[in-house]
């Protein structure tokens, strides 16, 4: 098989690649919730405060509607929209934890699943070297979203394709924290790398050459 064909690709580019740092390591369930959480805090909580707002001014707007109304006034359609209002506020606003606790019943089952990361300057390649469930990856979708990417086999075996994200694509964002590197595809999916399975100084390099290619959209934690 072409290993071309075992890549997905997120992004694209034709810049100069020069390999600056790679790793091995197997699947944390802890670190993996400590970079959903971060995602959270970054990204996340700024959807559920633009969609409270909105509720809230909906809901603002049939309380009027209900207090100011005049006698001959049908109020039972404010009622029920106000109504609908406050259930999908609750929902919002629960939703971000319920998304975290279903991750966290579910992400124990990759523990022991073995990756590659190859850092390069134009780009980040993920492989999954070995993980008893081939449909799963050390990063969950932060939308929720099932997403099958077939199944392709060498040898007689599955073999996962490698994920390929282009770091000079304007939908990527890079968190550089303590314990790991948080590297966000917007509206696609999340990665979360451990910096200790790489070697000494690599980290360093990492964020002096990706820091200098991709500007604001590297951020230090």
């Known amino acids: 098989m072409d290993f071309d064909d075992r890549e997905i690709n997120i992004g694209d580019s034709e810049n100069f690649s020069e390999l600056i740092a790679a790793c091995e390591y197997e699947s944390d369930s802890d ?5 959903f ?15 409270m707002v909105i509720v809230i001014i909906a809901l603002a707007i049939q309380i009027v509607n209900i207090c100011f109304s005049g006698e001959n006034y049908d109020a039972s359609m404010s009622y029920f929209l106000a109504v609908v209002c406050v259930i999908i506020g609750v929902y919002i606003m629960i939703r971000p934890h319920r998304t975290l606790k279903k991750l966290e019943r579910s992400i124990k089952e990759l523990n022991g699943s073995v990756y590659r990361t190859e850092i390069y300057t134009d780009k980040i390649k993920i492989e999954t070297l070995y993980s008893e469930y081939n449909d799963d990856n050390n990063s969950p979708n932060p939308d929720d979203v099932d997403d099958e990417i077939g199944d392709n086999t060498e040898d007689g075996e599955d073999v996962i394709p490698a994920t390929v994200i282009h770091t000079d694509n304007s ?49 230090l934690e």
């Open 31 to 35: 670190i993996i919730i400590r970079g």
């Open 37 to 51: 959480r971060l995602w959270q805090k970054k990204y996340a909580y700024k959807n559920v405060v633009i969609q």
């Open 171 to 219: 939908t990527v964002d890079i968190v550089d924290a303590k314990e790991f590197y948080l590297v966000y595809v917007k509206k696609v999916n999340m990665f979360v790398i451990p910096k200790s399975a790489f070697k000494q100084g690599e980290t360093d390099i990492v964020k002096e050459r990706l820091s200098a290619i991709m500007g604001a959209r590297y951020r």
